[in-house]
């Protein structure tokens, strides 16, 4: 019995360094040369973990993990160079032991024989990730929203809504020339109103014109702009670890509601001196796809309903599904939004 329990402790004391190596393999290496293994989080992988490629048996590379997720891991290279998809990845090191009847002094290590100083080209411009602060976090985010921001002015646009312009004098003299005595007096009597009106609309449409202006301001929150953002207030409240950050990350996608939606926040501001309506904005208001078909949003928030007074301002976002029901997917790196019929002008923001 004795024995059998001798054995047995022997065996897992034995056993114990193998189970400690964690195996995975190479899934992904982009042309910027980051390196992605299928283990992260769930593995008990942390960031600084070196990861050891192999070709075969044969030692290729070592990584350095930067960036841990829950399945994945984004690593840089170390030294060694031609890393490949498929290669398998370990966290053994590389062993160096000589063989049988070799002279130790005249063997080489496994590790000697990787071109440190020869590095891929792919990898000479992979930096190392630099630590993260507030600061650092917080100047990625403003740098995020600037590149997803666009702003559009409308102003000048009415002169579009004016119709033909009408001189009295002519209008008076083409109604005369076809009348006698007896029907001048009416004739000229249903003409003056007309013209009268004409030159009313004209002088409005000119004020309107010259007083009339409005900024709008677009935000598209796409995914690198919530993760920047995440990340930010993340560490405004001292939540820096990764699980705390995927979580909070995770939180902010279903709170925006980017998780389902493309969503545009928009602010307006009458800059002008005349009164600006821009209610229902949903009519103002469009997505234009690849093949040019018009989109419409989902759903937006009521407050950018508004007549916006001189000085006034509002901010609100719509939604738009990233799934139509005709099958057209919008969650692409690149959208077209349109503003159209305000002020009579039209602006098209491409993100």
Same mark, same amino acid.
């Given at each position: 019995?004795?024995?059998?329990?001798?054995?047995?402790?022997?065996?897992?004391?034995?056993?114990?360094?193998?189970?400690?190596?964690?195996?995975?393999? +190479?899934?992904? +290496?982009?042309?910027?040369?980051?390196?992605?293994?299928?283990?992260?989080?769930?593995?008990?992988?942390?960031?600084?973990?070196?990861?050891?490629?192999?070709?075969?048996?044969?030692?290729?590379?070592?990584?350095?993990?930067?960036?841990?997720?829950?399945?994945?891991?984004?690593?840089?290279?170390?030294?060694?160079?031609?890393?490949?998809?498929?290669?398998?990845?370990?966290?053994?090191?590389?062993?160096?032991?000589?063989?049988?009847?070799?002279?130790?002094?005249?063997?080489?290590?496994?590790?000697?024989?990787?071109?440190?100083?020869?590095?891929?080209?792919?990898?000479?411009?992979?930096?190392?990730?630099?630590?993260?602060?507030?600061?650092?976090?917080?100047?990625?985010?403003?740098?995020?929203?600037?590149?997803?921001?666009?702003?559009?002015?409308?102003?000048?646009?009415?002169?579009?809504?004016?119709?033909?312009?009408?001189?009295?004098?002519?209008?008076?003299?083409?109604?005369?020339?076809?009348?006698?005595?007896?029907?001048?007096?009416? =004739?000229?009597?249903?003409?003056?109103?007309?013209?009268?009106?004409?030159?009313?609309?004209?002088?409005?449409?000119?004020?309107?014109? =010259?007083?009339?202006?409005?900024?709008?301001?677009?935000?598209?929150?796409?995914?690198?702009?919530?993760?920047?953002?995440?990340?930010?207030?993340?560490?405004?409240?001292?939540?820096?670890? +990764?699980?705390?950050?995927?979580?909070?990350?995770?939180?902010?996608?279903?709170? /925006?509601?980017?998780?389902?939606?493309?969503?545009?926040?928009?602010?307006?501001?009458?800059?002008? /001196?005349?009164?600006?309506?821009?209610?229902?904005?949903?009519?103002?208001?469009?997505?234009?796809?690849?093949?040019?078909?018009? +989109?419409?949003?989902?759903?937006?928030?009521?407050?950018?309903?508004? =007549?916006?007074?001189?000085?006034?301002?509002?901010?609100?976002?719509?939604?738009?599904?990233?799934?139509?029901?005709?099958?057209?997917?919008?969650?692409?790196?690149?959208?077209?939004?349109?503003?159209?019929?305000?002020?009579?002008?039209?602006?098209?923001?491409?993100?």
């Amino acid at each position: 019995m004795k024995r059998s329990l001798y054995a047995i402790l022997l065996f897992l004391w034995l056993a114990l360094p193998s189970m400690a190596d964690l195996n995975g393999m +190479v899934i992904n +290496v982009s042309p910027g040369g980051e390196i992605t293994v299928n283990r992260g989080l769930a593995d008990q992988v942390k960031p600084g973990l070196r990861w050891y490629v192999y070709d075969r048996d044969q030692p290729k590379a070592e990584l350095e993990a930067v960036l841990v997720d829950n399945y994945t891991t984004q690593a840089r290279i170390v030294s060694g160079s031609k890393v490949v998809v498929g290669d398998k990845a370990t966290t053994k090191a590389f062993s160096a032991a000589p063989a049988a009847g070799q002279v130790a002094s005249q063997s080489k290590s496994i590790e000697s024989t990787i071109p440190k100083n020869k590095p891929d080209r792919r990898f000479s411009t992979t930096p190392r990730q630099k630590e993260e602060t507030l600061e650092s976090t917080q100047e990625n985010y403003e740098k995020r929203l600037s590149a997803s921001t666009k702003k559009a002015n409308f102003s000048g646009g009415a002169s579009k809504m004016r119709r033909s312009s009408v001189n009295p004098m002519m209008v008076y003299n083409v109604f005369s020339r076809y009348t006698n005595s007896a029907t001048a007096g009416i =004739t000229l009597q249903n003409a003056l109103p007309t013209a009268w009106s004409e030159v009313s609309h004209n002088k409005k449409m000119k004020e309107f014109n =010259t007083y009339g202006s409005l900024d709008v301001s677009v935000t598209w929150w796409n995914d690198n702009l919530v993760d920047a953002y995440s990340d930010m207030m993340a560490f405004r409240e001292g939540r820096t670890s +990764v699980d705390q950050r995927l979580q909070m990350r995770n939180g902010l996608y279903a709170q /925006k509601g980017t998780d389902r939606f493309l969503v545009f926040h928009v602010k307006m501001k009458n800059v002008g /001196k005349s009164n600006v309506q821009v209610a229902p904005f949903n009519w103002h208001c469009y997505l234009l796809d690849k093949e040019g078909n018009y +989109v419409k949003p989902q759903r937006y928030d009521q407050i950018l309903d508004r =007549t916006l007074t001189p000085g006034q301002e509002t901010e609100g976002s719509v939604y738009f599904s990233k799934q139509e029901v005709a099958g057209r997917n919008f969650s692409g790196d690149n959208v077209t939004l349109v503003l159209e019929d305000i002020l009579a002008d039209r602006a098209t923001l491409e993100f």
